[in-house]
């Protein structure tokens, strides 16, 4: 199915953030700015304002701030696509799925399972696919995916070198990994069902790495 990506303008994030908490010394509201020095160059001084509830440090108001710069500045795309059934059930808002975007990866990498065993997983099309590096990720019956890496490839047939726990069911998803043609991360906003049959599933932009990328700050 056709995947849409959608992206705001980078000149209306904000670039300023403001955030009030309760200090805990002077018992009245506080206010932290967090600035995003990179944005300010480019695009000047754009601010917002958010309200930390039940937040008393003045260090946890300031990795607010840094959060949702972050978020605003890498996680504003939007992702629509349409699912079938076997997907669109498993998917629920809040959920981080990956996606196989062709577009993206310059070719396909993913799609169905005509037959399979637990060690040779036989694809729709492995056209331009080498074993070298690669991994094999599929959908197994009970809705999780489990990888491996590939072994060899012989037509449409993929070898992996350990076994999968149980076959995949016929018809069901595979997606090809190397480290340079990975899968896009995306957490998932909403899903409806069409028309019995699929699943119109949107979803924004994840990146867990900013986790880490806010707690490097240890000077407030």
Request: with cysteine.
């Amino acid at each position: 199915f056709p995947v849409t990506i959608k992206g705001g303008s980078r000149k209306t994030r904000p670039t300023v953030c403001v955030v009030s908490y309760l200090d805990l010394d002077s018992r009245d509201i506080a206010y932290e700015v967090v600035e995003d020095p990179e944005g300010i160059e480019k695009y000047g001084v754009i601010k917002t304002e958010i309200s930390a509830f039940a937040c008393t440090s003045r260090g946890q108001a300031y990795r607010i701030g840094e959060w949702l710069l972050y978020s605003e500045r890498y996680e504003s795309e939007i992702i629509s696509f349409t699912a079938s059934i076997d997907a669109g059930v498993l998917v629920r808002p809040g959920q981080i799925i990956e996606v196989a975007d062709p577009v993206r990866a310059g070719a396909r990498r993913g799609g169905r399972i005509p037959a399979a065993t637990t060690t040779v997983i036989t694809v729709d099309d492995a056209t331009g696919l080498t074993a070298a590096g690669a991994e094999l990720s599929v959908i197994m019956p009970d809705g999780s995916i489990e990888t491996r890496s590939i072994l060899s490839i012989a037509g449409d047939a993929i070898t992996v070198n350990n076994a999968f726990s149980v076959a995949p069911n016929v018809n069901s998803v595979w997606i090809y990994q190397t480290s340079n043609i990975q899968t896009s991360t995306w957490r998932v906003l909403s899903v409806q069902e069409q028309d019995g049959s699929t699943y119109a599933i949107s979803a924004i932009a994840y990146n867990d790495s900013k986790y880490s990328y806010v707690e490097r700050v240890t000077a407030h």
